[in-house]
């Protein structure tokens, strides 16, 4: 007898309310998050690690994930309603992007047995937090000139090379590496993917300061880090098999709908007794009866609902086989343009207060302005997902390429030298 | 829209493109340009015998839904409408329908719904502009105007919003009583034709009332059902546009390239295609908020109504500036949709007053 989605959205309601803290308020968060010393952060990883086994421990983890590792194995009819149930509730957010998806959701399609068996239940406890070691300092967008090299040594493969953007990687397990195991053949035919833990000899680590304070960002040297065989994922020299299949997998995480990520899916929250975070802002700044800010306000309820419903579109059309998984590059490209809109939105709304006054929301709202792009670059810029879009979507020609055929040693990675 | 679901729908759908691809093609709707009336009767009563009048209308009325989901039913045709820019006036007479069907007395029943469902009649909704109602004995008097009023000079039969005692009725009125006077307007749509009604000292009585002393919740109903349909339609209406304009990118050559392999040009189409997807979405979930009686359906449809009147109309703007020239020309058919669009976007609230509605909706939440 299988549950009903009725019945286990009733089921999931009462243990939410009975498990689970409720969302806590607003009110300068960022701010507080920024004046956080690295116990106070640790503290906080740690309880979405607890959140994240609270799940576990209550028959909520891993709605999607298959049942022989530990999941569920529901449909994500089911995610989406523990979803809405669990709107205003604390959920383990920090472990769902990149842990449960890209990464989680690569290791089903591609990782060995030994891999899953071991890996997917821990994360699903919350007792491992996984990274992706896929962007280079030499290039974000061009995912597959990756210059981070695996030499096969015996059972074992060395790397050496560089990683950047792990967000939260300081706090992290393990990571999902793409590296290049042959220069002999043109870029996107001499890749592999490994599973990195962080704390292998030779993985040193730093982190990067953005401009909104944050340190969440990280970059990582790998200097003949040794790892056995049995923790390669996919085949050598497959590696972009594996990575295009990442890439939609973290495209579709990034647009909301993705069948691995549990809790909230936008950003608007409505705090109890507060309301809505721009009719906040407005009330502080004194302007809620103004016409112009009542305009900008409904255009952000317009944006939270027109996400909400591409995303249900596409995640339908997705699954039902009536559209291709190519359109995750637009929910993916809708997220950017919701996001920097409303980021620019709650900055106008703000006034003078976003840039200079006491902590709180308005000030917030000038912080959060000054890493407005974040939401439009990581991921995946918008400029690829509108290459995307166009190329594999509407079918236009690929962007000319002069290197296809050419081994990736001697593709040009900088200007000639003199 | 996604919400087609039974072989029935379907099978309605088919039989009115085949019918609309027959019976208006493009020349025809170009054609009916500058025609007062912007369809032929005959056109219009075998439109009502494929169905077009009765999906609102109860079934002990005759009318019925095809799938068990009357708005689901009607979206569909208005979709259609979109695509084929048909003439006709498909939800004018249906909003009527649906009023009367819903709320009506049973002599009002008999009275106007079996012309709607022949198509031998046409009604208007009178609900655009300020019109008061005061008691006088048993009678009511109208005073004040509507505009504009889809299909009002050739509506049979006009149900008008109005206050009474402060609370917001509707009135059955005949267009030819006296103190009406209809005035044809000028529409940019090709056969799409509006009025401008008004009322000095025009009496019913009291039994012309539709839906009692408190009409409110009834009109926000045919409110949030325009504006859905206008949603659906201006989105069936783009996509046609886009897709002309896909074609168009593969085919024209500059430079010894086709359109399609400019990047700066890629791009914007893939802006247009997030545009039209996210119209599609919101359209299907508004329409779905909407026949399920959701409590966000008010949000979902001004969102809806919002979003596709801002980004569609930006989407045709760009599909012209996409065919260069000939793209503002009489002679190439984008136009055709362009007007379309735009009638659907200024109607039933621009997105500016959508915006103030969701402001008020988020306002309190």
Redo the contacts between chains.
């Keep these: 007898m299988t549950e009903s989605v009725e019945e286990f959205r009733a089921r999931a309601a009462a243990w939410v309310r009975d498990s689970l803290p409720p969302q806590e308020g607003g009110q300068g968060m960022i701010e507080r998050r920024r004046k956080m010393n690295e116990e106070e952060e640790l503290a906080e990883v740690q309880r979405h690690r607890d959140l994240q086994r609270t799940l576990w421990d209550g028959g909520f983890a891993g709605i999607c994930f298959p049942a022989a590792y530990g999941g569920l194995g529901l449909a994500y009819e089911y995610q989406l309603a523990f979803n809405e149930v669990a709107d205003g509730y604390q959920t383990p957010s920090l472990l769902q992007v990149p842990t449960m998806v890209p990464c989680g959701a690569v290791l089903l399609d591609f990782a060995n047995e030994d891999i899953l068996k071991r890996h997917i239940p821990a994360i699903l406890r919350g007792d491992e937090i996984w990274m992706q070691f896929l962007s280079e300092p030499s290039g974000g967008s061009d995912v597959a000139g990756a210059l981070t090299t695996a030499v096969r040594d015996g059972d074992e493969w060395v790397l050496n090379g560089s990683k950047i953007w792990t967000s939260g990687a300081w706090a992290a397990d393990y990571g999902l590496c793409l590296a290049r195991t042959n220069w002999d053949v043109p870029k996107h035919r001499g890749l592999t993917v490994f599973v990195v833990p962080m704390h292998a000899e030779g993985v040193e680590l730093h982190r990067i300061e953005m401009t909104d304070g944050s340190r969440e960002f990280c970059q990582e040297f790998l200097t003949d880090v040794r790892i056995p065989d049995t923790y390669r994922v996919g085949e050598v020299d497959d590696g972009w098999t594996v990575g295009t299949r990442w890439m939609f997998h973290e495209r579709n995480a990034m647009g909301g709908g993705s069948p691995y990520v549990s809790g909230q899916r936008y950003s608007n929250v ?1 705090i109890p007794e507060e ?2 975070k ?2 906040r802002l407005a009330r502080q700044a004194g302007r ?1 009866d103004d ?1 112009r800010t ?2 900008l ?3 952000t ?2 944006l ?11 995640s ?2 997705m699954l039902s086989g009536r559209l291709p998984d190519t ?1 995750a590059s ?1 929910t993916r ?2 997220h950017a ?1 919701d996001a920097v809109r409303k980021a620019s939105i709650a900055f106008e709304i703000a006034g003078a207060a976003a840039v200079a006054s006491e902590p709180g929301e308005r000030f917030d709202a000038g912080v959060s302005w000054l890493v407005r792009q974040q939401g439009a670059i990581g991921g995946g810029t918008t ?1 690829m ?3 995307n ?3 594999r ?2 079918g ?2 690929r ?1 000319y390429n002069p290197f296809s055929n050419v081994p990736f040693r001697d593709v040009p990675k900088g200007p000639p030298s003199a | 829209m ?1 919400i087609l679901v039974t072989e029935d729908q379907e099978f309605f759908r088919e039989a009115t493109g085949k019918f609309l691809e027959q019976e208006c093609p493009l020349p025809q709707v170009r054609a009916l340009y500058g025609d007062p009336t912007g369809f032929t009767a005959a056109y219009w009563k075998q439109g009502a015998e494929l169905g077009w009048t009765s999906l609102l209308v109860a079934e002990e009325l005759g009318g019925g839904t095809i799938s068990g989901s009357a708005v689901a039913d009607f979206m569909a045709l208005v979709d259609l409408f979109g695509t084929h820019v048909a003439p006709g006036p498909l939800l004018a007479t249906n909003l009527v329908a649906a009023a009367i069907s819903r709320w009506g007395s049973d002599a009002q029943q008999a009275d106007v719904i079996p012309g709607l469902l022949a198509g031998d009649t046409v009604a208007a909704w009178a609900e655009a502009g300020e019109v008061t109602a005061e008691r006088a004995g048993d009678d009511l008097v109208l005073q004040g105007a509507k505009t504009p009023v889809e299909a009002g000079a050739q509506a049979d039969v006009l149900l008008v919003t109005a206050t009474l005692d402060g609370a917001a009725v509707q009135v059955l009125i005949d267009p030819t009583a006296a103190g009406v006077t209809v005035t044809a307007l000028q529409s940019i749509d090709m056969t799409r034709r509006f009025a401008k009604v008004e009322f000095e000292g025009a009496r019913v009585p009291a039994s012309a009332l539709v839906g009692g002393d408190d009409a409110s919740e009834g009109i926000e109903w045919l409110r949030l059902l325009a504006a859905t349909a206008q949603s659906v339609e201006a989105t069936a209406a783009a996509q046609v546009a886009f897709d002309l304009t ?1 074609e168009w ?2 085919d024209r050559y500059s430079f010894g390239r ?1 359109l ?2 400019y ?1 700066a040009l ?2 914007r ?3 247009m ?2 545009w039209l ?2 119209s ?3 359209s ?2 508004a329409a779905r908020a909407l026949e399920a009686g959701a409590a966000d359906a008010a ?2 449809v ?3 109504k ?2 596709t009147g801002q980004y569609l109309a930006e989407l045709v703007q760009d599909c012209i500036q996409m065919h260069g020239g000939i793209g503002l020309t009489w002679e190439h058919d984008l136009h055709l949709y362009q007007r379309r669009i735009v009638t659907d976007r200024q109607t039933y609230g621009a997105p ?1 007053d ?12």
């Design positions: 409505v309301g809505d721009f009719v809620l016409p009542r305009d306000i409904g255009e309820r317009m939270d609902l027109a996400s909400e419903a591409l995303t249900t579109r596409v339908e059309g359109y637009i490209l809708m343009v400029e997902a509108r290459n879009i166009s190329e979507v509407l236009m020609p962007e | 996604d896909m990118m593969f086709p399609a392999s990047q890629k791009h189409c893939a802006d295609k997030l997807e996210t599609h979405g919101l299907t979930s949000e979902l001004s969102a809806a919002a979003f500016g959508h915006r103030q509605r969701l402001a008020a909706i988020r306002e309190v939440v």
